[in-house]
């Protein structure tokens, strides 16, 4: 039996386009070349990001990131 600890973000909720932008994230991308590689503008990069955050229970940016290092969104993905 798998144990789920109470602060487990609930990913299977995550859009393919918010798992676009998490593995950017993770890869040290900024939100301009994100939007440039996804064709977006900045400011809808920045909503990705803030439904994310809102998603994992991500405080900032960096700890987001963290997380979708950690969850294999890293280089290579």
């Known amino acids: 039996m798998t144990e789920t ?3 487990t973000p609930r990913l299977a909720s ?5 798992e ?5 994230l993770a ?4 939100y301009r070349i994100i ?3 996804m064709g ?4 809808t990069v920045d909503t990705y990001v803030r439904r994310l955050r809102g ?3 991500s405080v900032n940016r960096t700890q987001l990131a963290h997380l979708a290092f950690q969850l294999g969104y ?3 993905y």
Not at 40 to 43: D, E, R, V
């Open 20 to 24: 676009e932008v998490l593995a950017h």
């Open 40 to 43: 977006l503008s900045p400011h």
């Open 74 to 76: 890293g280089p290579g």
């Open 27 to 30: 890869q040290g991308h900024t």
């Open 55 to 57: 998603k994992t229970g």
């Open 5 to 7: 600890r109470p602060d």
């Open 14 to 18: 995550l859009t393919p386009r918010e």
């Open 35 to 37: 939007a440039r590689r």
